[in-house]
């Protein structure tokens, strides 16, 4: 009688972003999985994504999977609304390499916590654009009402910084585009970009308490985990895992702004990757 | 005796800048030298550049240089305050094309207007870091005080069409970014980005009519006109010239967004240059 075997994987699990934003859904892949590789690559010498359009996004996310790829890793997590959005829809983006965005597991979730089947939805212009959430909802849940606004200064506040929500400009500007959805009486709100749960302190204040907050790249963690489970590829290190950064802008730059990401002073590795090596 | 010639050049005047900023320039351009042909790059694929490390805008000002030297340009005007400040204090940047930034031009008028030798300067984050406003301002007037701020999220507004005078979040950002330089009683400020003319209006309210605001891209092209005058190199054509548009990004995207730059519709011919180009 053969032995029963429990295949495992000890490669690392690949996670990229459009900048940092991505490090929120780092935050909870090392709170689920603590002893997982990681390999994230933020591409801040290029962000933002979500004001461009939908070809130069495309041509990003394939440089930045392609990047990714050569890291062995056993998936790939486009931990990016945007790219999300824009290419999520594409079969297989990563080939033969196990990959999810953050739309369907953001729309699974939101799903099951919606009693009203009322759902916001806010994301960057070209998220909002590619009706991608919408879609996906849809799909679950015929007879959903999707609401969805795009917040296109939600990303340079976060990255210069502007998140107090007692600040009259992030109350000015969440008022402004959460007030469409709000007036809805949505019961669930999707963050459909992995910047914004920097802003979630403003933004439950304004929705109320109520409403039910999905942060995107959560919720791409929590299905990860659930995906290595079921493809037996979750690692069977004993000791807590690594995490290597890569960023195609300056090292110091990244690791001086990921502290607000990730809650804490930042003290891991960067490398840099060069613009010649993305585009080669 | 020889019959006596005066030089002239058709070629065109290439400008760029990481987005449709430069048009503030290339505005004043058509003004000064209406029958002038002109080549634009806006690498909208890649802005905002002011965020960005040194090493990575330089690497982009090098290929935007690139790129507009193969239109056989006969001069270079880089109308991007971010680049001008990075790459302008480099010894002929476009080798043996003639070449400037918004820096010099911006700070000659400047001095020219200060009574009290206090001047403010505003600019990108990387602007203001890289200290060039300060550098040609005391080269000029070694007396001159000089108040700077950076302003980091003053372009994503603009790009956001957030720039009403009577905005709420437009008056509470200008204050915020401002009050540092008002409270010095400067009686100059330079808007050291092409960005910032479409902010005029709520700046000038804010800094008060004794303050003189002046517009980088403006002074840009007329420092240009006298350098092209000078070297006998303006044209002799007695049409009204033409300007062509590139951009890194969507063309249409460039079409649609371009009408709040220039003040009126806009009814120019984009072409769409892709990455890979500008790398190679």
Not at 244 to 271: C, H, K, M, P, W
């Amino acid at each position: 009688m053969a032995e029963l075997t429990v295949e495992t994987s000890d490669k690392p699990i690949g996670v990229f972003d459009s900048g940092l934003g991505g490090l929120t859904c780092v935050m909870e892949l090392m709170q689920l999985m603590p002893n997982e590789n990681i390999v994230y690559f933020g591409d801040t010498a290029r962000i933002p994504y979500g004001t461009r359009s939908k070809e130069t996004i495309t041509e990003y996310a394939n440089q930045d999977i392609g990047f990714i790829k050569k890291h062995d890793v056993k998936m790939i997590i486009a931990a990016c609304g945007t790219v999300s959005s824009v290419v999520g829809g594409v079969k297989d983006p990563a080939g033969e390499v196990p990959f999810t965005g953050v739309v369907i597991p953001a729309v699974q979730t939101a799903c099951a916590a919606a009693r009203n089947g009322r759902i916001g939805v806010i994301g960057t212009a070209a998220t909002i654009r590619s009706g991608a959430y919408g879609r996906a909802i849809r799909a679950i849940r015929s007879d959903a009402v999707v609401l969805g606004n795009s917040c296109p200064l939600f990303v340079p506040m976060v990255e210069s910084g502007i998140t107090d929500k007692n600040d009259p400009v992030v109350k000015s500007m969440v008022e402004r585009y959460l007030s469409p959805i709000r007036n809805e009486n949505v019961d669930v709100l999707i963050l459909g970009c992995t910047h914004y749960p920097l802003l979630r302190d403003a933004i439950a204040d304004f929705m109320g308490e109520d409403v039910t907050l999905i942060s995107s790249g959560a919720a791409a963690a929590k299905y990860a985990m659930n995906l290595l489970a079921g493809k037996n590829l979750l690692s069977s290190r004993k000791e807590k895992g690594s995490i290597t950064y890569y960023t195609s802008d300056s090292a110091e730059l990244f690791a001086q702004n990921a502290q607000s990401f990730i809650g804490r002073s930042f003290t891991g590795e960067v490398r840099k990757v060069t613009i010649d090596e993305l585009c080669s």
